[in-house]
């Protein structure tokens, strides 16, 4: 649930100028007529149906793999849909019905059984590779095996063999049946139906099989961890070249299918992908008209963004995106004496919010002060303060106090606070909150740990936050899937905690928020389960279990020759599956 969705931006290489221009279908320095500042946020901007030109990204650093069945990042997800099409997809639309699924592969969402254990689904007839070779319920399902060799390829997420009944698979690699197919709890019982047999009911299991794993692999052109070196195409676009740590370039795949696909367009010739290009300098580059878009989604930088707001007419290609992350601070349930609730809620109380967003770049680049653990975008989300920190954004140090009286700590309490450090803003908001906290009398140690093993051997090792008293832990989450589920489930759920890499460093384990998450995922009905994913959310505040700190946002900025442009709320970027050029 740790998906990536802020790739580091380390200057790994510096890209001349001249030579993008050279790869890009716009005119260096050449101006459009301006679009407006979050023209894009809400609606579609550039409207086309235009077709010819060179799109052209830049990435600062390199994708975790461009093999649809092993990345975990957001951007790769995101531009995997140029070429590889899952059972259901997220639908290409601006706003909030950018978090609806809709069928891709699939003729519709998944039929479920009713005792929740079955989901099957019908291929769409007539969807056919780049070879002009005819998809399968077979490729699918050899797809989904590949999740399980773990051991060859790492990087995607493990819903299937968690949820699936047969988890001790060994992928496909060490499969000696017919075809390589022998995963039991998939059945195709014809080359257009699939049929998923799970362990446990489980509600959520369409945004399972919107995961990028789902994108048919012909098991005779599967060629392992090099598979990402050309994963064969359903989509819009095909792989012509690609030279890790330098350049992707995708051209137009000739059987993709409008008809049966409404959810991406084929306008572009090309699109160029070129890596390891130094962060400021794509920031440049946009700036410049050397470049498109910013594979990374996640916001120009600090230089950048300063020059962008000061500028009108720069200004007017920008859109400042609020995201599904959000930052925040773990509050240790177990660690003394914040294993009292009212300890934890006098944290609550003291701490400052505004020093808090001020650490992550103010209400632009941070993003606006939270008082939920589910952020805004996603199903489940309700509005509440139960902290009040909308009215009271420094702090209520009256109540601090009474809360610390409550816990039998009324001069106060020493603890320690971990932070990612080599991340210069968690840096900052460690230190804003030692400062914040100090005044209601609660001394904060600050222990930096890097960010390679942070959970892995520090604040992930409930042993380890024991021994050395981390009481707080500041961290960022963003959600596999849009609502409560995948957010909060790996945050706050009791079963979930392990002693390494732990993601519930709080160590929350409340039957009441336990209870809730069984209850949703064995329910049928939408509406029930989203009223419990916000049931929860206010449980988990009232536990005082996660200090939100703010929903990020982002300040994107979009070349003005760029078309069919849009911010897609579950990806929290612009849709790169709709893009053209003017």
């Not at 099409?85 to 706003?95: D, E, F, H, I, M």
């Not at 005819?134 to 999740?147: C, L, N």
């Not at 009324?410 to 460690?430: C, L, N, V």
Request: proline fraction near 7%; include cysteine.
């Amino acid at each position: 649930m740790k998906r990536s969705s802020a790739i580091p931006l380390t200057a790994a290489g510096v890209t001349v100028l001249l030579a993008i221009a050279a790869c890009t279908g716009s005119k260096p320095g050449a101006r459009e007529a301006p679009g407006g500042y979050n023209a894009a946020l809400n609606k579609v901007f550039n409207a086309s149906s235009h077709e010819g030109g060179t799109i052209v990204f830049d990435d600062s650093t390199v994708p975790d793999s461009t093999d649809p069945g092993n990345t975990y990042h957001a951007e790769i997800w995101n531009l995997v849909r140029l070429y590889g099409r899952a059972l259901v997809t997220y639908k290409s639309a601006p706003g909030a019905a950018g978090m609806q699924l809709v069928p891709d592969l699939a003729t519709s969402l998944g039929k479920v059984s009713d005792n929740g254990l079955t989901w099957t689904y019908h291929l769409k007839p007539g969807i056919r590779y780049e070879s002009g070779a005819t998809v399968t319920s077979q490729d699918v399902k050899y797809a989904i095996e590949r999740s399980y060799a773990r051991y060859l390829l790492p990087n995607g997420p493990g819903y299937f063999t968690v949820l699936l009944k047969d988890p001790g698979y060994p992928g496909p690699y060490k499969d000696n049946t017919p075809g390589r197919l022998g995963l039991t709890s998939v059945g195709t019982p014809d080359p257009a139906t699939i049929v998923f047999h799970l362990q446990r009911p489980f509600s959520d299991f369409d945004y399972v099989a919107a995961l990028p794993q789902t994108v048919p692999v012909p098991a005779a052109q599967d060629t392992g961890a090099s598979y990402q070196l050309h994963p064969v195409s359903t989509g819009p676009y095909r792989f012509r070249s690609y030279q890790p740590g330098k350049q992707l370039t995708l051209v137009k795949n000739p059987h993709w299918d409008p008809a049966t696909d409404p959810n991406r367009s084929q306008l572009a010739d090309k699109i160029v992908v070129n890596l390891n290009v130094n962060a400021d300098r794509i920031d440049q580059n946009l700036i410049h008209n050397f470049a498109d878009l910013d594979l990374a989604g996640t916001g120009v930088g600090t230089a950048a963004r300063a020059q962008i707001l000061a500028s009108a007419p720069l200004k007017d290609n920008a859109d400042n995106a609020l995201t599904n992350l959000v930052w925040f601070t773990y509050i240790n349930t177990k660690v003394k004496p914040l294993d009292n609730v009212h300890c934890r809620r006098a944290v609550e109380y003291a701490a400052d919010k505004v020093i808090f967003q001020t650490a992550y770049g103010g209400p632009v680049a941070g993003g606006n002060i939270a008082s939920t653990v589910l952020p805004p975008n996603l199903t489940g989300y309700q509005k509440f303060d139960l902290y009040e920190a909308a009215a009271k954004p420094h702090g209520d140090l009256a109540k601090a106090r009474q809360e610390l009286a409550a816990c039998g700590q009324p001069g106060g309490f020493s603890t320690a606070i971990a932070f990612h450090i080599d991340q210069p803003k968690e840096k900052t908001a460690a230190a804003g909150e030692q400062q914040a906290l100090a005044r209601a009398g609660i001394s904060v140690t600050l222990q930096g740990y890097p960010s390679a093993t942070f959970f892995s051997d520090f604040a992930g090792v409930p042993n380890y936050v024991h021994q050395h008293h981390l009481g707080l832990a500041i961290s960022g989450w963003a959600p596999d899937w849009p609502d409560g589920f995948g957010f909060l489930y790996y945050l706050t759920a009791g079963p979930v905690i392990s002693p390494a890499d732990n993601s519930n460093v709080s160590e929350l384990n409340d039957p009441a928020v336990n209870g809730m998450f069984t209850t949703a995922l064995a329910t049928t009905s939408a509406a029930a389960r989203t009223r419990i994913w916000s049931q929860i959310d206010r449980q988990v505040m009232s536990d005082a279990a996660i200090l939100p700190g703010v929903y990020a946002k982002a300040l994107l900025y979009r070349n003005p020759h760029l078309t069919n442009v849009y911010v897609h709320t579950y990806y929290s970027m612009y849709d790169y599956a709709s893009l053209g050029l003017k």
